[in-house]
């Protein structure tokens, strides 16, 4: 069964500070790539993905994020936090579905937390 | 356009019962899936539907049970609740078409506590 590692658990910043958030998976074939957020009180939101091709992606709000294949990451980066930017990050992948479809495995999840 | 809505938003259940949650997808998607969230596992999938079948299956016993209608709204059932259930059960829906793969976009959940 794959597997998703969110390597910081709990990240405090200042803001206009820059951000990476590690995200490793363990399934070797294709995949699909996700990051989501959760601000305070809000549902799951979408950051960015990665399907295929350029493995630079750039998501909402000044977010993006690295495909790297041979190191099995995805790591999410902002070059300037704001104090807005806290919440919850999830990076989630889908991946080796026979016969297609959704059946997303999450991290565990990144609490971010930005000071004035 | 109007996001995925699921109802209800919270309840609260007793040991033992059985419970019915609702989704209804954002209009034009075709597949729904079920995650459950709680502090101690995070989000674990529990099962995916598109044209009214189940398509993938996570881990889950068998009391976790859903179902899609034909205008691809979903319900899933809970049945003989346990302490253990008590979770914010999310849905999520995606486009699904030809064959490609679409991001899923989620609900804001049902919080269901089991007493």
């Known amino acids: 069964a794959q597997s998703v590692s969110q390597h910081n658990h709990h990240v405090i910043l200042s803001e206009a500070a820059s951000l990476e958030l590690g995200c490793n998976y363990s399934?070797?074939?294709?995949?699909?790539l996700f990051w989501y957020v959760q601000y305070p009180g809000q549902h799951l939101q979408l950051l960015l993905k990665?399907?295929?091709?350029?493995?630079l992606v750039k998501g909402i709000k000044g977010f993006e994020a690295e495909f790297i294949k041979s190191k099995f990451s995805f790591n999410l980066r902002k070059p300037s936090v704001q104090w807005s930017d806290t919440a919850e990050y999830f990076c989630?992948?889908?991946?080796?579905?026979?016969?297609?479809?959704?059946?997303?495995?999450f991290g565990t999840g990144t609490q971010l937390k930005v000071e004035l | 356009k109007a996001g995925v809505t699921q109802t209800p938003r919270y309840l609260i259940k007793t040991r033992g019962q059985q419970v019915t949650l609702s989704c209804s997808p954002i209009s034009g998607h075709r597949s729904v899936s079920w995650y459950q969230q709680t502090p101690g596992q995070g989000l674990q999938f529990l099962f995916e539907?598109?044209?009214?079948?189940?398509?993938n299956k996570g881990n889950f016993p068998g009391r976790f049970s859903g179902r899609q209608f034909s205008n691809s709204r979903s319900e899933m059932n809970v049945s003989t609740l346990e302490l253990g259930d008590s979770a914010l059960y999310l849905c999520?829906?995606?486009?699904?078409?030809?064959?490609?793969?679409?991001?899923?976009?989620f609900g804001p959940g049902t919080r269901l506590t089991v007493t």
């Open positions: 539907y598109f044209s009214e079948t189940q398509r």
């Open positions: 999520a829906s995606s486009l699904d078409s030809g064959g490609l793969s679409y991001e899923q976009y």
């Open positions: 989630a992948v889908n991946a080796g579905i026979t016969g297609g479809g959704n059946k997303l495995t």
């Open positions: 399934y070797g074939g294709t995949v699909n």
């Open positions: 990665y399907f295929s091709g350029d493995p």
